[in-house]
Nanobody, 119 residues
Framework: QVQLVESGGGLVQAGGSLRLSCAVS????????IAWFRQAPGKEREFVARVMWVGGNTTYADSVKGRCTISRDNAKNTVYLQMNSLKPEDTAVYYCGARRIITTRYDYWGQGTQVTVSS
């Protein structure tokens, strides 16, 4: 089982920055990939970025590439999403998800954190 708790959302002006945190609780974190997704009102949940816990390999959606950085802190069992140059279209609920590295389906989710970017 994996428990995920997001924090760090808020209201920010366009061009600003936010850092989201995802605290991960599980016995064998090395077996998982952790990702950030987001869901805007009236839209489907979309992938933002992913990090493999072992090795730290990262992947980004084209919409955030160059503006966002996903990272992990092994000592704190925490994954971060640093978001810079935020745009109004980045407004969404951001979710942290986890999947076993042998699958492609994310089975575990946090409760989400709201990010609102004003123009």
């Amino acid at each position: 089982q994996v428990q995920l708790v997001e924090s760090g959302g808020g209201l920010v002006q366009a061009g600003g920055s936010l850092r989201l945190s995802c605290a991960v609780s599980t016995r064998t974190l090395s077996n998982y990939a952790i990702a950030w997704f987001r869901q805007a009102p009236g839209k489907e949940r979309e992938f933002v970025a992913r990090v493999m816990w072992v090795g730290g390999n990262t992947t980004y959606a084209d919409s955030v590439k160059g503006r966002c950085t996903i990272s992990r802190d092994n000592a704190k069992n925490t994954v971060y999403l640093q978001m810079n140059s935020l745009k109004p279209e980045d407004t969404a609920v951001y979710y942290c998800g986890a999947r076993r590295i042998i699958t492609t389906r994310y089975d575990y989710w946090g409760q989400g954190t709201q990010v609102t970017v004003s123009s």
